[in-house]
């Protein structure tokens, strides 16, 4: 393989438009398997300035890829603290990966999973041991790389739209 990947752990603020433009592509991903995902451009301003806040007040990590200096993808989790409610028995930080993307020209490069890995490696130096994140039901590839990485189903999310 030519390519040369590199993983890079950037601020949202200040790459702004290259995030935005892949979190575009993610929606277009995830309208395209959910019919009732909203317009992106009903909900970018929004949306930004919520994984902003996110990364600034919630210990925020958003690594992308670089294939060959191009931005080709990217992955954004954080902490979230639990409080009284929680009925689990782990008591500790836990990791809520909210987003993640490749470009279509990228797979099967190993990009996603490189991108996991060092999310992972990040916030289990931070003390994390527990890592949360939703994908919806059919979309069979996030879920079969996730079991592949160890995660593990716990529970099923039910919707019904009156």
Not at 94 to 104: A, F, R
Request: hydrophobic share 35%.
């Amino acid at each position: 393989m030519d390519d040369k990947i590199e993983i890079k752990p950037v601020i949202i603020k200040e790459h702004f438009d290259e995030v935005a433009a892949m979190m575009h592509q993610l929606h277009i991903h995830e309208h395209s398997l959910f019919d009732k995902t909203e317009a992106w451009s009903e909900i970018q301003e929004s949306y930004m300035r919520h994984v902003i806040n996110t990364q600034e007040t919630c210990e925020g990590t958003c690594l992308v890829a670089y294939v060959n200096e191009i931005p080709s993808g990217f992955i954004f989790g954080y902490i979230e603290e639990q409080d009284d409610s929680r009925i689990e028995i782990y008591k500790g930080k836990e990791l809520y990966v909210s987003d993640g993307y490749v470009d279509k020209e990228y797979r099967g490069l190993g990009i996603y999973r490189k991108l996991n890995d060092e999310l992972e490696r990040i916030y289990t130096e931070k003390g994390v041991r527990r890592i949360c994140r939703y994908t919806l039901i059919n979309n069979t590839s996030a879920r079969q790389f996730l079991e592949r990485q160890g995660y593990m189903v716990t529970r099923l999310l039910y919707e019904k739209w009156l």
